[in-house]
Nanobody
Framework: QVQLVESGGGLVQAGGSLRLSCAAS????????MGWFRQAPGKEREFVAG????????DYTDSVKGRFTISRDSAKNTVYLQMNSLKPEDTAVYYC??????????????????WGQGTQVTVSS
């Protein structure tokens, strides 16, 4: 089992920045991919960013490219999501997820094995 705990959400004005953190514990040695998803009210959960633990490669959904950066600290078993130039449409609950198999960055919910509890990000206009 892998436990994921997110932190760093909050309220920010449009154009501002936030950094989300996701600390992993438990059987983290076989983590292949970690990702961030988000779910806005009335919408489905969507992929935001993902990274392969082995080589730190990354993938992003088009709407956040150039504004968000996913990174990891292997020593701390922590993945980060740096969010810059935030927009009101970025408002959502952000979830961290971990996948224990595969060789590519997964972008679909069902591909992930473990999920955090979520952290709220609210961007005011």
């Amino acid at each position: 089992q892998v436990q994921l705990v997110e932190s760093g959400g909050g309220l920010v004005q449009a154009g501002g920045s936030l950094r989300l953190s996701c600390a992993a514990s438990g059987r983290t040695f076989n983590t292949a991919t970690m990702g961030w998803f988000r779910q806005a009210p009335g919408k489905e959960r969507e992929f935001v960013a993902g990274t392969k633990w082995s080589d730190n490669s990354a993938d992003y959904t088009d709407s956040v490219k150039g504004r968000f950066t996913i990174s990891r600290d292997s020593a701390k078993n922590t993945v980060y999501l740096q969010m810059n130039s935030l927009k009101p449409e970025d408002t959502a609950v952000y979830y961290c997820a971990a996948r224990s198999r595969g060789t590519r960055i997964a972008t679909r919910q069902w591909e992930y094995d473990y999920w955090g509890q979520g952290t709220q990000v609210t961007v005011s206009s």
